[in-house]
């Protein structure tokens, strides 16, 4: 059997085909396409939807092309974010960014009707204005939550325009900020206080199920036939389904966002977990993922783009290690989230430094918030981490490597970069039996992928 992870990020996608051959996992990249946000002349920022569904086809017809076989799709994708569908199933206005600053406008309005202390306790997902809880209220605010007859995030929606059949996944509702973290379900206060329309809501549906076959339309436009399963479609859930870590141990995903914690059990909603600004985000059998969210590389692309593309990402590191520098900035402060200038924005905490100078201070900067985050993690949880493994695309990074273990103290542990993916393809794996469990998988992706030790 072939399987196809389709793992859209904000600032590309990409669609994998993966099978077991003699006993490894073997991938390989058939597709690549780029996205990202646009802002309108209004100032919100969009995501492309119909851009982005006719990608994903466009990769499923790539796939024909080349002579693969396909049998199970899956699709996981960035949280946060999603659809409203009228009574015609059609989609209502523009598909919003999370960075669009709309839901910082709502969060006090929000905080009004639920003080943030009694939000945590009810949920234990970290402050963040984008989540999709404001963004929500914002629409109850204009009047577009009124017309909406279904609530689908958007893996779930693209999903749906596959096979016509409407499922919500789990890991990705766990983002919205409105699923109770000791029942896992929607959460019947929070939606009755803010006057959210519970009807429009599906019930959450674990990984490693199955959404149905392929639409006759679509199929016929293929050329194929298949089955879209559901992975974790969060992908930093994917990614951390692939990391090669026991239960328990930490791990950071390396990407646009940067994503610290440990997997654990049950939520933590205490009052410090709440102040370390802590996240509990769902994992495969309703566990957690008890992890500090980081803006990441998102700061090395935006100053990338300023430069118009002009240096690789390897050039990148190279001006940096190059020009190492003791300035460093609060790559937490919210004015990195979505500037008109990152560039402008970074030197008014650095100065007016040359270029190699401030790609190292964003890197070391980015280090030292590990090394903070993961102090944190030790004081809410009672252990002692000695080592850190990185995943996804930021694994490839040597020079953020070395100074994340010097900052922290510990060795790190690199790979597997394609880790979203990888996940993706292992739900896939336990949905079709192939697999037993996540700890076969991860087994699965050691003996498969090789891993870079930095000390």
Same mark, same amino acid.
């Given at each position: 059997?072939?399987?196809?992870?389709?793992?859209?990020?904000?600032?590309?996608?990409?669609?994998?085909?993966?099978? &077991?051959?003699?006993?490894?996992?073997?991938?390989?990249?058939?597709?690549?396409?780029?996205?990202?946000?646009?802002?309108?002349?209004?100032?919100?920022?969009?995501?492309?939807?119909?851009?982005?569904?006719?990608?994903?086809?466009?990769?499923?017809?790539?796939?024909?092309?080349?002579?693969?076989?396909?049998?199970?799709?899956?699709?996981?994708?960035?949280?946060?974010?999603?659809?409203?569908?009228?009574?015609?199933?059609?989609?209502?206005?523009?598909?919003?960014?999370?960075?669009?600053?709309?839901?910082?406008?709502?969060?006090?309005?929000?905080?009004?009707?639920?003080?943030?202390?009694?939000?945590?306790?009810?949920?234990? &997902?970290?402050?963040?204005?984008?989540?999709?809880?404001?963004?929500?209220?914002?629409?109850?605010?204009?009047?577009?939550?009124?017309?909406?007859?279904?609530?689908?995030?958007?893996?779930?929606?693209?999903?749906?325009?596959?096979?016509?059949?409407?499922?919500?996944?789990?890991?990705?509702?766990?983002?919205?900020?409105?699923?109770?973290?000791?029942?896992?379900?929607?959460?019947?206060?929070?939606?009755?206080?803010?006057?959210?329309?519970?009807?429009?809501?599906?019930?959450?549906?674990?990984?490693?199920?199955?959404?149905?076959?392929?639409?006759?339309?679509?199929?016929?436009?293929?050329?194929?036939?298949?089955?879209?399963?559901?992975?974790?479609?969060?992908?930093?859930?994917?990614?951390?389904?692939? !990391?090669?870590?026991?239960?328990?141990?930490?791990?950071?995903?390396?990407?646009?966002?940067?994503?610290?914690?440990?997997?654990?059990?049950?939520?933590?909603?205490?009052?410090?977990?709440?102040?370390?600004?802590?996240?509990?985000?769902?994992?495969?059998?309703?566990?957690?993922?008890?992890?500090?969210?980081?803006?990441?590389?998102?700061?090395?692309?935006?100053?990338?783009?300023?430069?118009?593309?002009?240096?690789?990402?390897?050039?990148?590191?190279?001006? !940096?290690?190059?020009?190492?520098?003791?300035?460093?900035?609060?790559?937490?402060?919210?004015?990195?989230?979505?500037?008109?200038?990152?560039?402008?924005? &970074?030197?008014?905490?650095?100065?007016?430094?040359?270029?190699?100078?401030?790609?190292?201070?964003?890197?070391?900067?980015?280090?030292?918030?590990?090394?903070?985050?993961?102090?944190?993690?030790?004081?809410?949880?009672?252990?002692?981490?000695?080592?850190?493994?990185?995943?996804?695309?930021?694994?490839?990074?040597?020079?953020?490597?070395?100074?994340?273990?010097?900052?922290?103290?510990?060795?790190?542990?690199?790979?597997?970069?394609?880790?979203?993916?990888?996940?993706?393809?292992?739900?896939?794996?336990?949905?079709?039996?192939?697999?037993?469990?996540?700890?076969?998988?991860?087994?699965?992706?050691?003996?498969?992928?090789?891993?870079?030790?930095?000390?």
């Amino acid at each position: 059997m072939s399987y196809l992870a389709i793992d859209i990020g904000a600032s590309s996608g990409r669609h994998i085909v993966g099978d &077991i051959v003699d006993g490894k996992l073997v991938c390989e990249e058939i597709y690549r396409f780029p996205n990202g946000a646009i802002r309108r002349d209004d100032g919100s920022m969009v995501w492309e939807h119909e851009r982005l569904f006719a990608e994903v086809l466009n990769g499923l017809k790539e796939a024909k092309t080349r002579g693969k076989t396909i049998d199970y799709i899956a699709i996981d994708t960035w949280g946060v974010d999603y659809a409203l569908l009228d009574d015609e199933d059609k989609i209502i206005g523009d598909l919003r960014c999370y960075r669009d600053a709309r839901g910082e406008k709502a969060t006090a309005k929000v905080h009004d009707l639920i003080p943030f202390e009694e939000l945590y306790r009810h949920i234990g &997902i970290q402050f963040a204005p984008f989540n999709t809880i404001y963004q929500l209220y914002d629409d109850v605010c204009t009047g577009k939550l009124a017309k909406a007859k279904t609530f689908l995030m958007l893996p779930d929606y693209l999903n749906f325009l596959l096979t016509g059949v409407k499922k919500q996944e789990y890991t990705n509702a766990t983002t919205t900020g409105l699923l109770n973290a000791k029942t896992h379900d929607w959460d019947e206060e929070i939606f009755r206080k803010l006057g959210l329309p519970r009807e429009i809501f599906l019930s959450p549906t674990q990984p490693s199920s199955v959404v149905g076959p392929l639409k006759k339309e679509i199929a016929e436009l293929l050329g194929y036939e298949a089955t879209v399963l559901l992975p974790a479609t969060h992908d930093t859930a994917s990614a951390i389904l692939a !990391a090669p870590i026991a239960f328990g141990e930490p791990y950071l995903s390396s990407g646009t966002w940067s994503l610290l914690g440990v997997e654990e059990k049950s939520a933590h909603t205490e009052d410090l977990a709440r102040e370390y600004n802590y996240s509990n985000e769902g994992s495969v059998n309703y566990s957690f993922r008890f992890q500090k969210n980081i803006v990441g590389l998102w700061m090395i692309q935006q100053v990338r783009h300023e430069l118009n593309d002009a240096y690789s990402f390897a050039e990148i590191a190279r001006l !940096a290690a190059e020009n190492p520098t003791e300035k460093t900035l609060n790559v937490e402060d919210p004015c990195f989230l979505a500037p008109v200038s990152m560039i402008e924005e &970074i030197k008014k905490q650095i100065g007016d430094v040359p270029l190699g100078e401030l790609f190292y201070s964003v890197y070391r900067s980015l280090a030292l918030c590990y090394r903070d985050s993961l102090r944190q993690l030790e004081s809410l949880t009672g252990k002692t981490y000695e080592s850190l493994h990185i995943v996804g695309g930021g694994a490839n990074n040597r020079l953020l490597n070395e100074l994340t273990a010097k900052e922290c103290g510990i060795p790190v542990y690199a790979g597997p970069s394609e880790a979203t993916a990888i996940g993706n393809l292992l739900a896939q794996l336990l949905a079709t039996k192939t697999i037993d469990n996540i700890e076969e998988g991860r087994k699965l992706v050691a003996s498969s992928f090789p891993l870079d030790e930095v000390r």
